[in-house]
């Protein structure tokens, strides 16, 4: 869709796909994974439970976003969840990789925009890759959720020709929406 140049604010509604892989990111390794809290300020029933006052609740969207009864084989990278027709059917409060509710990611639509140009901007030069002896990265909980140990990645540069001209056989085959 780009054909090469950078992506602007206006391209970031028409960048469909690469928006929907960027969810479904989000949905398999939530960067804040964990360690939010509430606190109840008086008591109070949520469904079958009932809090006392000061009760402290841990939310936890890794835990959320891995549960079959939202997510469908949730362990599988499936952009197509996100698509419009089927993110209309995942129940509110099942994906919070920016929380939910009043105190929602102030920052959501910041970091949002920004892994989208970045990822339009560095997907249309390289092809990222794991090293060949490299394992597939573990996740760990340090405060954010990251790769244990970090991780190399292999910026293999794509050929010239996707710049300004057609998208590449490759890029075409790996995009069921090539046509963005
Ligand atoms: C991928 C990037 C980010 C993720 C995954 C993320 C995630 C979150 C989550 C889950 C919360 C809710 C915490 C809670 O409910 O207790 C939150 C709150 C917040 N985030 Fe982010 N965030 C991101 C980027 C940013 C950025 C770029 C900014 C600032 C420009 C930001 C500023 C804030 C602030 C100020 C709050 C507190 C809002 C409040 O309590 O009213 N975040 N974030």
């Given at each position: 869709?780009?054909?090469?140049?950078?992506?602007?604010?206006?391209?970031?509604?028409?960048?469909?796909?690469?928006?929907?892989?960027?969810?479904?990111?989000?949905?398999?390794r939530?960067?804040?994974?964990?360690?939010?809290?509430?606190?109840?300020?008086?008591?109070?029933?949520?469904?079958?439970?009932?809090?006392?006052?000061?009760?402290?609740?841990?939310?936890?969207?890794?835990?959320?976003?891995?549960?079959?009864?939202?997510?469908?084989?949730?362990?599988?990278?499936?952009?197509?969840?996100?698509?419009?027709?089927?993110?209309?059917?995942?129940?509110?409060?099942?994906?919070?990789?920016?929380?939910?509710?009043?105190?929602?990611?102030?920052?959501?639509?910041?970091?949002?925009?920004?892994?989208?140009?970045?990822?339009?901007?560095?997907?249309?030069?390289?092809?990222l890759r794991l090293p060949p002896d490299s394992a597939p990265p573990r996740p760990s909980?340090?405060?954010?959720?990251r790769p244990a140990g970090g991780m190399r990645l292999l910026?293999?540069?794509?050929?010239?020709?996707?710049?300004?001209?057609?998208?590449?056989?490759?890029?075409?085959?790996?995009?069921?929406?090539?046509?963005?």
């Amino acid at each position: 869709m780009l054909g090469g140049r950078a992506p602007e604010y206006t391209d970031l509604a028409r960048l469909t796909y690469l928006g929907q892989t960027i969810r479904e990111t989000l949905r398999l390794r939530p960067p804040a994974a964990s360690l939010f809290t509430r606190q109840a300020v008086e008591a109070v029933r949520i469904g079958p439970w009932t809090l006392p006052k000061g009760a402290m609740v841990l939310i936890t969207p890794y835990v959320m976003h891995h549960d079959a009864r939202w997510f469908e084989d949730p362990e599988r990278f499936d952009p197509e969840r996100f698509s419009p027709e089927r993110a209309e059917h995942i129940p509110r409060g099942a994906y919070l990789p920016f929380g939910v509710g009043p105190r929602v990611c102030i920052g959501n639509s910041f970091a949002t925009m920004e892994m989208t140009l970045i990822a339009a901007m560095l997907l249309q030069r390289f092809d990222l890759r794991l090293p060949p002896d490299s394992a597939p990265p573990r996740p760990s909980l340090n405060v954010t959720l990251r790769p244990a140990g970090g991780m190399r990645l292999l910026l293999v540069p794509r050929r010239l020709q996707s710049v300004n001209t057609a998208p590449t056989a490759r890029a075409a085959a790996s995009c069921p929406h090539a046509s963005h």
